[in-house]
């Protein structure tokens, strides 16, 4: 038998995210394939407080955004994906704008959490949704419009009303389960997690199968949809958590 030949080199993943967020490391870590075909890498950007007041918007701003996808353009990665979702309260042309500059700065291509979010919606073919934030009234509400917009009712919302990022990644799973619960009450067709800092990934499978409807991680469908874009067979991650009975 030929000897094999060398293997393919792994295929590199560049994240952006929020300075303050600690779960998208960890769980895009945990959530790569196991054979080593992927290896990830990260850059952040300032954010520590998110609310619907103009300093906390303005962390978002295009230079500082491009500046974080630069480092991860110096590393050479095969694609940039922004693990944030501030676009879906401040308008999914964000995003898409977002995307198009990294593609025509770096010539590396791009995506979004919100763009992999709204893509499985699309593909579930999902006309409703269970809203899970940990945000404040008026992003709820900014996040409903956006989504109703292009035609998607918002049936059910719960939310946190957190506004230091930290925060948000204390919130545990079990609590994350219990608010996806009250919002499939309403029969979506899809309950999304909206933020990369809640810990809904180690439950979102099990929540699903507990439901009997699709839970969109935000982390979880970010990884996915990067690994589908790199060309990566297979799932990704490992076994979620058993959730207790209700």
């Known amino acids: 038998m030929a000897p094999a030949g060398p293997a393919a080199p792994a295929r590199r993943l560049g994240l952006m995210l929020p300075s303050s967020n600690t779960i998208v490391e960890p769980e895009a870590v945990r959530l ?10 990260f850059s952040r950007l300032g954010v520590t407080l998110i609310s619907d007041e103009q300093a906390s918007l303005g962390q978002f701003a295009p230079p500082a955004m491009l500046q974080a996808a630069r480092l991860l353009a110096d590393a050479e990665v095969d694609l940039i994906a ?53 945000y404040v009234a008026a992003l709820e509400q900014q996040i409903r419009a956006n989504y109703a ?22 919130v ?22 909206m933020c990369t800092n809640l810990r809904g990934a180690p439950v979102a499978g099990d ?4 439901l009997g409807i699709p839970v969109l991680d935000s ?7 990067c690994l589908c874009r790199l060309g990566v067979a297979g799932q990704p991650g490992q076994p979620g958590r058993r959730l207790p009975a209700t």
């Open 32 to 41: 790569m394939p196991p054979e080593g075909g992927v290896t990830v890498h």
């Open 82 to 134: 922004w693990a944030g979702t501030a676009a879906s309260w401040l308008g999914f042309a964000r995003d898409d704008t977002l995307v198009a500059a990294i593609e025509r700065d770096f010539g590396i291509p791009a995506t979004t959490a919100l763009l992999a979010i709204n893509r499985r919606l699309a593909e579930l073919g999902a006309r409703s949704i269970g809203l899970v934030t940990p």
């Open 149 to 170: 917009a292009i035609g998607i009712r918002t049936e059910a919302a719960e939310r946190l009303d957190l506004t230091v990022n930290t925060d948000y990644a204390r």
């Open 172 to 193: 545990s799973p079990e609590r994350i389960a219990a608010l996806c619960r009250r919002v499939a009450v309403a029969r979506p067709d899809a309950i999304v997690i």
């Open 207 to 210: 929540l699903a199968a507990e």
């Open 219 to 225: 982390v979880a469908v970010t990884v996915a949809h």
